[in-house]
Structure formats: C-alpha cells, structure tokens
C-alpha cells in the first residue's frame, strides 16, 4: 500500500523559509509526474509545482523563483524549498504522485505565513 507523508510545514515570519518533505512508502510503479498542490483558506486547491519522470519542472505563476521542487530517489523523497514566503502562501501543502494508474495524495501539511 502506498503512502504519502508529508512534513515541514510551521509558522514562519514574512521572507523566511521551510522546506517541506514528501516520504512516499510502497511502490510506485509507471510514475508520470510528482508534485504539490496547496489549499489555502477558502480557495480552491491550486498547483504550485510538479516534476515529471523526466525531470522537467513546472511552478505556479506565484511562486516561480521562490520556490524548487527536487526529488531524491535514492530516499523516496520528494522537496519543496520554499524561500521568500509572503502571508498568501499560506496553506496546506499536499504533495502527490501520478502513476499510470493512480494518483495518490498525501495527508497535507500547514503552512501559515505572518506578515
């Protein structure tokens, strides 16, 4: 069975920094793409990076230059620094794994941002 464990998220002042962690346990076979997502408080979940089996990197508008998504394979882990936060990246973080026959979610994890 295949899980997603996220961790890292916390309370950070403005223009400071968190790296979130995403553990994948299990195997995923045929993997497509990882990434993560966030929700913030009363929107829609949103795209905030992705990485392809490949390696290519895509980033959400809002987070381009402050963010890097990186995976570490040898750990099944999957990264997201995130640098130069602002109050509106605050939300829960949740990573995610497409294979070829799934999509598998993580729990989330909180990241609130004071100003």
């Known amino acids: 069975q295949v899980q997603l464990v996220e961790s890292g998220g916390g309370l950070v002042q403005a223009g400071g920094s968190l790296r979130l962690s995403c553990a994948a346990s299990?195997?995923?076979?045929?993997?497509?793409?990882m990434g993560w997502y966030r929700q913030g408080p009363g929107k829609q979940r949103e795209l905030v990076a992705v990485?392809?089996?490949?390696?290519?990197?895509t980033y959400a508008a809002s987070v381009k230059g402050r963010f890097t998504i990186s995976t570490d394979n040898a750990k099944n882990t999957m990264y997201l620094q995130m640098n130069s936060l602002k109050p509106e990246d605050t939300a829960v973080y949740f990573c995610?794994?497409?294979?070829?026959?799934?999509?598998?979610w993580g729990q989330g994890t909180q990241v609130t941002v004071s100003s």
């Open positions: 995610t794994v497409s294979s070829v026959m799934i999509t598998y």
């Open positions: 299990g195997s995923i076979f045929s993997v497509n793409y």
């Open positions: 990485i392809t089996r490949g390696g290519s990197t």
